[in-house]
């Protein structure tokens, strides 16, 4: 909360007359970006032709959407942290070109999801805990669209 005292000090008016301008304006961005929830993607690790990202949703469940290209000897590899009864969507659909998407990890089930017109895939871990992989490459070139939501 932005105390009444603290907005005199933007202003030469007094506080009840005081106009939204600049000011105001940025402190009202900066209270909304304050408030925002973290990303899920906890690490970004990025080598010569493999990019890992490690994703989190302990502390954000909102879904994940990522557009990234990939393709030559290139591959990308999102980690999912994951517990015993979690269950996830995992969609990927191409924009340019075909990405190839394998889903693995030790303690998942893994099933088609209900989506036909692209690749849709329903993980449900049964271990204690996992750290499954979503995997994706593409020869000559592909742009995707992944999406991972938390159910």
Known sequence: ?????????????????????????????????????????????????????????TQNAAPLTIVADVGGEHMTYYKVLAFQGDRFRITVADLDGETSTVISGDGIRIRKGPDATVFQRLVEVEALDTLFSVELDAHPYGRYRLIIEKL
């Open 1 to 57: 909360m932005i105390s009444v005292a603290f907005l005199r000090t933007l202003s030469d008016k007094p506080a009840r007359t005081v106009r939204p301008g600049l000011p105001m304006l940025v402190l009202c961005l900066l209270s909304v970006v304050a408030g925002c929830v973290p990303s899920q993607v906890r690490h970004r690790q990025e080598l010569v032709s493999r990019d890992y990202s490690y994703i989190d949703f």
